[in-house]
């Protein structure tokens, strides 16, 4: 059985005379150990599929699912109890900001030493001296001394430190890193991110790595899932979604990489933006961007789908001999045309 299971996933906020279909139908799984990485530009529904999962969803957010399990708990159906047993000690989250993560009024060691004693039955002194072990063990200098210092005293890259301390302070089976090297600059996220992969290894965690950048999940991830206005547009194994994206999305992405543009040139973009609340397409939503769309993609939803060993949701995957033909059969539309 999976560590997680999510099957037919939606979050949705109703705003004034409609609603916003912020995860649509995603279906995710997570074994034990494994690192699974979740890409997709900014309103994707990335983070908000993990807030779902954690039980972050605020009143008027709505959350059904078919299947939504941790461990053998279907977190749809516990108590608030329950999950607060669950969240923080066996599955755990690192938010983007960790400045606004922290409370300001409360020394690092105070919050430290709290969220210890709300998940295990340590007395203040034992999880006193347990923190101070968390803070070296991030590679927090004088950690002793730095448990009496406030978050504003702290660099980001510290405070983040601090996040990653507190949230593998109950040893979590999972732990979601949503962009955790957002606001630091790059030789910080580079330790950052090390820190988290040595983390990972030596404690067996499942991680999720919520992220933008292609170059972390490729050498961090051993699964990857592309995420495109509230769907899973495409699941691979890191290795094969490089080497043979299925979803022309993901080859729009990856063309996208600084890396890949030639000397002198432009760097490869995606016209057009992520679908808001009123101009959501009826048909494939990344249709009115895709090179490749016609009338066909335009008007009907593709469902995922397994294909060539991936998961894809698109009429005309990449590695289909017939798509050409198929697409001039269903009358290709020009993407400038419907962007």
Known sequence: MPLLEIEDLHVEFPTQGSVMHAVEGVSLTLDEGEVLGIVGESG??????????????????RVRARTLR????????????QRRRLVGRDMAMIF???????????????????????HSPLDRK???KHAVGLLEQVGIPAAESRMNDYPHQLSGGMNQRVMIAMA??????LLIADEPTTALDVTIQAQILELLRTLQQERGMALVLITHNMGVVSE???????????????????????ARPQHPYTEALLAALPEQG????????????????????????????????????ATVRPEL???????VRCHYPLGDASRQRDIERDGPIHVEETA
């Not at 941790?70 to 109890?81: C, Y």
């Not at 016209?271 to 066909?296: E, I, K």
């Open 220 to 242: 961090m991830a051993q699964r990857v899932a592309v995420m495109y206005a509230g769907q899973v547009m495409e699941e691979q194994p890191v290795a094969s979604l490089f």
């Open 262 to 297: 030639e000397a002198g040139q432009r760097l490869a973009t995606i016209a057009g933006v992520v679908p808001g609340v009123f101009d959501r397409p009826g048909g494939c939503l990344f249709a009115p961007r895709c090179a490749y769309a016609t009338q066909h993609s």
């Open 126 to 128: 034992s999880a006193w």
């Open 168 to 173: 593998i302070s109950c040893n979590p089976r």
């Open 305 to 311: 789908r397994e294909w060539m060993g991936a998961r």
């Open 44 to 61: 994707s529904g990335k983070s908000v599929t993990m807030m779902a999962l954690m039980g972050l969803i605020a009143y008027p957010g």
């Open 96 to 118: 983007q900001e960790p400045t606004s993560s922290l409370n300001p009024c409360f020394t690092i060691g105070w919050q430290l030493v709290e969220a210890l004693r709300q």
């Open 70 to 81: 941790f461990a053998g708990h279907d977190l749809a159906g516990i108590s608030d109890r």
